[in-house]
């Protein structure tokens, strides 16, 4: 019983040594206002659930202030604001207010967020079922889709064709501003996810190489291989009569090659963009390839790479058996 009872005062003694132990201090007092041009219970949702992590604003809780709860929450609260800060909202545009709810329903659809560790002792951070049919309708709302008229679905319908039987081809594409050169055969690598832009009217289709697709079945995505290449094709959405989502108007086509050496001032990827028709190259200078790291930034701890690839039939064929 002695032995037990000098057990329990080391722990004490040890346990009121840690509190002199505190993290970095962070601004947890500053109200974030409401977010304009959103719904009142869209804000309510977002403030209960995000702001914690998401904004200048951090509801700590009396066990979050406890030394080591407080390093790991205030983790939470540095990695949080770094990839999506809510009190910057008024700032910005409207397309980047709207790409940044579709950018955070899909964290909740895909069960990334609110990270579990968190929520399962801030048990308002957690959604429930309406709330999540709230967000989605609202992100919805945002592109209302329009049925397209039978001229659109012809000529549409006629140039994804040619592009799927590898018609469209141009004999000289420029590179990059930055050097990258443009990839002509990416449509014969195997298509990995798809994604519907519901923000802003758009469908991508995402190429990986021979490279990627290997580090797929092997489960080495984190980080990618180098040599691995993705190729994201847009194309605006078109909603046909019968509700049906397909192919519109071809957009332009994305690519991302990992060389961690070559590429070392640019995260250890090589990227680029070609627009329209005419695969025209996008940026004016050489670096124009900031904004898109920049827009990466938020999957720094998954190698920059936003795309969850979709199992391939190999794959499932595994799993089944």
């Not at 037990?4 to 040594?17: H, S, T």
């Not at 977002?46 to 200048?56: A, I, K």
């Not at 697709?213 to 489960?219: C, F, G, H, S």
Request: hydrophobic letters at 35%; a positive charge; one cysteine or more.
């Amino acid at each position: 019983m002695k032995n037990k009872n000098k057990l329990i005062l080391v722990l004490l003694v040890g346990f009121v040594g840690l509190q002199f132990s505190r993290p970095e201090k962070i601004d947890h007092g500053m109200r974030t206002q409401d977010l304009v041009n959103v719904p009142k219970e869209v804000n309510t949702i977002l403030r209960s659930s995000c702001f914690d992590c998401h904004s200048s604003e951090a509801n700590l809780r009396w066990y979050d202030k406890i030394t080591p709860a407080n390093f790991l929450v205030n983790s939470h609260i540095k990695e949080g604001r770094a990839a999506l800060d809510f009190s910057n909202w008024s700032s910005w545009p409207k397309p980047q207010q709207n790409s940044t709810i579709y950018y955070a329903i899909n964290k909740v659809l895909s069960g990334e967020m609110p990270i579990p560790s968190y929520a399962a002792v801030h048990y308002s951070a957690k959604l429930n079922a309406q709330q999540v049919e709230i967000l989605k309708n609202y992100a919805l709302s945002l592109s209302p889709r329009k049925v397209a008229d039978s001229s659109q679905v012809n000529s549409s319908g006629k140039q994804y064709n040619s592009w799927i039987k590898g018609e469209l081809k141009h004999p000289t594409v420029k590179p990059s501003p930055n050097g990258l050169e443009y990839i002509p055969d990416y449509r014969n690598w195997k298509a990995i996810s798809t994604t519907d832009r519901f923000d802003n009217g758009t469908m991508r289709i995402i190429f990986g190489n021979d490279i990627a697709l290997k580090a797929i079945q092997e489960k080495n995505t984190n980080p990618w291989p180098d040599g691995t290449a993705f190729a994201k094709t847009a194309w605006k959405e078109q909603m046909q009569k019968d509700g049906s989502i397909t192919t519109g108007e071809f957009i332009q086509v994305e690519f991302m090659v990992k060389d961690a050496k070559k590429y070392e001032k640019t995260k250890g990827w090589g990227w680029g963009r070609w627009k329209g028709n005419d695969l025209k190259p996008y940026g004016d200078t050489p670096d124009f390839d900031k904004e898109c790291i920049e827009c990466h930034k938020p999957m720094a701890n998954r190698d920059y790479v936003f795309t969850s690839p979709l199992y391939l039939i190999s794959q499932l064929k595994k799993i089944q058996k």
